[in-house]
């Protein structure tokens, strides 16, 4: 089991530019869940995916978008990138609500560097 | 959001038993309590969580208050592989799943 894998491992982008990563969930989960953690900071939790819907959201701008697919991967987008916006992207997957077991396995993160 | 209160950061030897507290005053009566960890340059990875009882796995135990408004996570033998961030976390399973994490406490061993 290759437990969570997020895509690319490194991204430079422009300001104004829109970026999207990818995540795959550890096998058998269907609950994807995106953050943002700046350096030195907790991780920020942006939205969580159920269904192929946004189930919950984080205080994030609507420039923050995603998408989940049949398969349970899901993308993150953001457009119009901000300085601000330089981070480290985790993707976490689990299992829905309801599930007696509820660890969350995350990805190793993709580091995104606006300039 | 229940929130969670943890000491910024702490240290212990290498070897020794290290206890992590986290104070949760406001926790409700469906919070579970988690913990999770962040090891440098990875994503944050499960410890353990409880309820109300006591909790023991291969990574760590868990003891919570009688009260429920306090907790300790508690690492037997600290090898320099524990220095990380640790999350203490509540999470009412019912209503919710997502994670919400503080600062943590950031772990230093001391070889």
């Known amino acids: 089991d290759a437990g969570v894998t997020q895509s690319p491992t490194h991204l430079i982008k422009t300001r104004g530019q829109q970026v999207t990563l990818r995540c795959s969930p550890k096998?058998?989960?269907?609950?994807v869940s995106w953050y943002q953690q700046a350096l030195g900071q907790g991780p920020q939790f942006i939205f969580q995916?159920?269904?192929?819907?946004?189930?919950q959201r984080g205080n994030f701008p609507d420039r923050f978008s995603g998408h989940q697919f049949p398969n349970y991967s899901s993308e993150l987008n953001v457009n119009a990138l901000l300085l601000g916006d330089s981070a480290l992207y985790l993707c976490?997957?689990?299992?829905?609500?309801?599930?007696?077991?509820?660890?969350?396995?995350f990805g190793q993160g993709t580091r995104l560097t606006v300039v | 959001d229940a929130k969670t209160t943890q000491p910024n950061s702490m240290e212990s030897n290498e070897e020794e038993p290290v206890h992590l507290p986290c104070n949760h005053s406001?926790?409700?009566?469906?919070?579970?309590i988690h913990w999770y960890r962040q090891l440098p340059s990875q994503g944050p990875e499960y410890v353990i969580h409880?309820?109300?009882s006591n909790v023991n796995n291969r990574m760590a135990s868990l003891a919570i208050a009688e009260d429920r408004k306090s907790s300790t996570l508690i690492l037997h033998r600290a090898t320099l592989r524990d220095a990380a961030v640790y999350y203490c976390?509540?999470?009412?399973?019912?209503?919710?799943?997502?994670?919400?994490f503080g600062k943590g406490t950031r772990l230093h061993i001391l070889p």
């Open positions: 976490a997957s689990s299992l829905g609500i309801g599930h007696l077991n509820t660890e969350a396995f």
């Open positions: 096998s058998g989960h269907d609950t």
């Open positions: 995916y159920y269904e192929e819907e946004e189930r």
């Open positions: 406001t926790i409700s009566g469906t919070d579970y």
């Open positions: 409880g309820l109300t």
């Open positions: 976390i509540l999470r009412d399973l019912n209503r919710d799943d997502k994670i919400i």
